[in-house]
C-alpha cells in the first residue's frame, strides 16, 4: 500500500508546473511593478512628461526623414540601373516590377473590403 501511495504522489509532484513557471510569472510581476512605478514619476513630473513627448516626436521625425532618404536612395539605384541596362531587359524588368506591386495592392484591397 505504501508503495501505491508514493507512486500517486509521484505522479502528483511530477504534474505540477516547473519552478521555471513560477519564476516567469515572478518576473512578469516584477516587470508589471517597475512600468507603474516609471509611469508615476512620469505623471508627476510635468516637465519631464513634455521632454519625453518632445523626444519622441523628434526621434519619430527623424526615423521618417531616414526612411524617406532610404526610399530615394532606391529610387535613384533604380533610375541609375535601369538608364544602363539593355532595352529589351528595361521592358522585361518593368513589367516585373509592376506584376510585383499590383499583386501586393490587390491583396491590400482584399484585406481593407
Do not use: C, W
Not at 18 to 46: P, Q
Not at 90 to 113: G, M, P, R, Y
Amino acid at each position: 500500500m505504501p508503495e501505491e501511495i508514493s507512486k500517486k504522489l509521484d505522479k502528483f509532484i511530477s504534474s505540477l508546473p516547473s519552478e521555471e513557471v513560477y519564476l516567469e510569472a515572478i518576473r512578469d510581476i516584477l516587470k508589471d511593478i517597475i512600468k507603474e512605478y516609471i509611469k508615476k514619476k512620469i505623471n508627476s513630473d510635468d516637465h519631464l512628461k513634455q521632454e519625453i513627448v518632445q523626444v519622441l516626436k523628434e526621434f519619430t521625425e527623424a526615423k521618417l526623414k531616414e526612411y524617406d532618404s532610404m526610399a530615394r536612395m532606391t529610387k535613384i539605384s533604380a533610375k541609375l540601373g535601369f538608364s544602363l541596362a539593355p532595352e529589351a531587359l528595361k521592358t522585361e524588368a518593368i513589367s516585373d516590377f509592376l506584376n510585383v506591386f499590383q499583386k501586393e495592392i490587390e491583396e491590400i484591397i482584399k484585406k481593407t473590403l
